[in-house]
């Protein structure tokens, strides 16, 4: 069964780096996966597509200060020189047959 | 610009029906794959419903198969989401969302959702 694993919660500092996991479940560690970001009281915004070999294709008007990696089932998401708008919560998504899609439980990210 | 603006959302009793619409602009619509996404209050993003640039090719989560039933009219550029049989865990902000191609769930763009409640 595709299921991505997310920790619930994380947070750094105002400037500072901090780096989210999405987990793939066993035998998808091939799967591309997208991240999305929702801001407080507002609609998801697609951050990116990331790919298993760790390239990575972003929406449009998404900062430079967002970047995606890859290791094995792991992917990840960086988000540099934190900012206090970058406060949200962030979903990885994938997808599988049958034009099925599939979302991790989501990370609360609190920039400190 | 792309711009999806859901509409048909409101307060119905458990059991009953609802139709819900989105309405597409700033691309050609009938280029690309859409579905639905739903949130209930406080949870995270739940996948609801897909349906392909033709109509093609269709799916449904576990949770709302055999109950809701998703549909388009590329002519006017509109998604919709009959939802039958409500009940109260259907209760959920209703996302439509556009797919970056024909016939995939990789979600490029957002509506702004429409609250479904779902009470007696």
């Keep these: 069964q595709l299921v991505l694993t997310q920790s619930p919660s994380a947070s750094a500092s105002l400037g500072a780096s901090v780096k989210l996991t999405c987990t793939l479940s066993s035998g998808h560690s091939s799967y591309a996966i997208a991240w999305h970001q929702q801001q407080p009281e507002k609609g998801p915004r697609y951050l990116m597509k990331l790919n298993s070999d760790g390239s990575h294709s972003k929406g449009d008007g998404i900062p430079d200060r967002f970047s995606g990696s890859s290791s094995g089932a792991e992917r990840y998401l960086t988000i540099s020189s934190l900012q206090s708008e970058d406060e949200a919560d962030y979903y990885c998504q994938t997808w599988g ?3 099925m899609g599939v979302f991790g439980g ?3 990210l609190t920039v400190l | ?3 999806l603006v859901e509409s048909g959302g409101g307060l119905v009793q458990p059991g ?3 139709r819900l619409s989105c309405a597409a ?3 050609t619509f009938d280029d690309y794959a859409m579905h639905w996404v739903r949130q209930a209050p406080g949870k995270g993003l739940e996948w609801v419903s897909g349906i392909s640039w033709n109509s093609g090719s269709i799916g449904y989560a576990d949770s709302v198969k055999g109950r809701f039933t998703i549909s388009r009219d590329n002519a ?5 989401l009959q939802m039958n049989s409500l009940r109260a865990e259907d209760t959920a902000l209703y ?3 556009k797919s970056t191609s024909w016939n995939g769930a990789l979600f490029g763009n957002w509506g702004q959702g429409t609250l479904v409640t779902v009470s007696s």
């Design chain 2, 16 to 18: 009953r029906s609802l």
């Design chain 1, 106 to 108: 989501g990370t609360k």
């Design chain 1, 97 to 99: 047959t049958d034009i």
């Design chain 2, 95 to 97: 996302y439509c969302a």
């Design chain 2, 76 to 80: 006017k550029n509109s998604l919709y």
């Design chain 2, 1 to 3: 610009e792309v711009q």
């Design chain 2, 25 to 27: 602009s700033g691309f």
